[in-house]
């Protein structure tokens, strides 16, 4: 009968450990199908985390917060990018310029560095270290994605990491923002991946390539 | 019910102007929507002025500060428009080249400009903040050349992450007002956090960081060195009125919402830290822009360059605070929005006559482009500061302000600066003036929409730097209220 409120404290302690998981392995990823899933599955962390802590709080606004994040972020987004890759039939490799074992020590001195830098607030705020240093890892590695890997694909997947970070940041130490406000904020990053999309056509239309790293008419 | 005009007419105007193909019926509905919305501002400053600030449900206020800055809005956009209705006789068909688009983007993109200067609420005008770059980066993608979609594609990746920074500075503040006591509705609304703003100070260290990730955020979108990448490339590539729009109102919109939180800040932990930043970031912004204006190849990436300095100068008088201050860098971003549009209408010019923006292959064009080129003229003078321009006044203000507080160092680099621009622009302007024309030029003369924007701007800067008009100077006191 209490299975559920096992559930959700189950969830609750061990979501940093899964999503510290997820960004090690987008790390290591080679393709851009993988590094879609694992994005994927990294907002189903999240979301579980969502209506767990919805659960547990008894706020009822946040599992419309959750369904959304499963709706937009584990479903739709990742469908579209499936679409995307397939319709611009660009490489399945993400051009990275650094070595998978490269990447993993990045990500891993990040994850480390994540934890001596909330070291001082998880307490003032009352959250725990782990939670905290998870959703700064994420905002890091999405940074790290995003300048180190050339399709343009994976910087938007990029910044949905980072995004997830900052959505995570926001969840754990306010409980989410006004409803109004969280939705909003999805709509944008909607709007923002449909024009990123539309660019990436333009991009693999005008230059014939989509590497981000090969666009260099305009410096200084 | 007065502020919600405003917000109306571009977003439904945006839809209408859809079902004219026609280049001149949609430059017309344009103009008559546009005088439309002035009107509208102009209903919104004045019962501000009148009667004080103006709400409308949770998430739209407007107070001194949002009138002063949506006049200038108001203003730049007509001038802009004007300019535009005239500009499309250069332009080819293409499938989303098309003016309806261009036209719908462009009223889109003022809806979210004005609604971020009429919120009242954080998490809204971060929404619409991130609403300007998705609104604009297809009008800077607009010709759909490589370096257009080069450009675009930076300027949504460069600001949507920055513009993330600045949500994740909001999400703190937000923090450390709930935790100081503040409802969750009230912890983002901007009146509420002003007047709690004593007593959310209790944990300095939180609003320390939120600062300095919202100026991160924000000021990436300001233009900001080391963070202001995107920004030559996309006013350069940009068609012409659209880096007007942005360089002239977007840029101080940014600024506007770098303000609010510049002053909730500091009336919560004192101005010390934020104005510190605000001094930091806006020096190094004058500095390396200053240089970088001096090896510029290209007419629309010197302006700008000139730009990011620019809102280096407006920091530092935010930084500087002081009624001298805060008097220079609010004048300022109304008289560089003036004097930048010039320019940029003028370069504009330059380029459907010659076919090109690279300097060194610009030459003689006093001759050849009589009209035009008085109007670079103008518009260099100005934006250097040289009186009788209004540029001079303000920038008189900002720098006495650092010689009252015996900053010496901020006006030295100050000094340095300007005229380390005023050798670049000198430099680069002369040799364009000058010399044998190039090549012959059929019909230089301007079109009458030409004419009456420039005209226009032109005057505006010379009224100014003689004297600021009383219900201007009416309007920028009631401003400073607002943020001291």
Known sequence: MNLVGIATGKVLSSFSVFLFLTILLLAVARRISTSILLFSLQSA??????????????????????????????????????????????????????????????????????????????????????????????????????????????????????????????????????????????????????????????ISDTFEHLDVSRMRRLRG | MVLLPPLAIPLFGAGFIFFFRDQRAAARVALVLEALEIVALGAVVWQVHVHGALEQGRYLRADGLSSFFLMGIAFISGLVLVYASGYFRHMGEGRFSSPRWFYALVFLFLFTMISVCLSANLGFMWIMMEGTTLASALLVGFYNTEGAVEAGWKYLIVCTVGIAFALFGTIVLYLAAVKAGMSSAAALDLASLMNAAPHIGLDPHLLKLAFVFVIVGYGTKIGFVPMHSWLPDAHAEAPTPISALLSAVLLNCAMYALMRYDSIISRAIGPGFSHSLLLLFGTMSMVVAGLLILVQRNLKRLMAYSSIEHMGIIAIGLGLGGPLGLFGALLHTFNHSVAKSLLFFSAGNVRHNLDTLRMDSISGISRTMPQTSAALLVGSLAIVGLPPFSLFISEFAILSEAFTQARYLVAIVFLVVLSVVFGGFAHHLFRMLGGEPGRRIENSKLIPSEYIAMGIAALCLLVFGARVPRFFGVLLREAIAVLR
């Not at chain 1, 979301?47 to 709080?57: I, P, R």
């Open chain 1, 45 to 202: 962390v999240i979301a579980a985390e969502v209506l767990a802590t919805a659960f547990q709080q008894k706020l009822p606004e946040a599992y419309v917060v959750g369904i959304l994040v499963l709706l937009i972020k584990v479903i739709a987004i990742p469908s579209a990018f499936f679409v995307l890759t397939r319709r611009l039939k660009t490489v399945r490799d993400v051009k990275a310029s650094t070595t998978p074992t490269q990447s993993v020590f990045i990500v891993a001195a990040m994850i480390y560095l994540s934890y001596g830098a909330v070291h001082s607030y998880g307490q003032a705020v009352h959250v725990p270290d782990d939670a905290l240093a998870a959703a700064v890892s994420l905002i890091l590695t999405g940074a790290f994605l995003m300048v180190s890997r050339k399709k343009a694909l994976m910087q938007m997947l990029g910044l949905l990491v980072l995004e997830n970070g900052i959505f995570l940041a926001a969840l754990i130490t306010t409980f989410g923002m006004p409803l109004v406000i969280e939705i909003g904020i999805f709509f944008d990053i909607l709007i923002g991946l449909l024009l990123m999309g539309i660019f990436a056509f333009r």
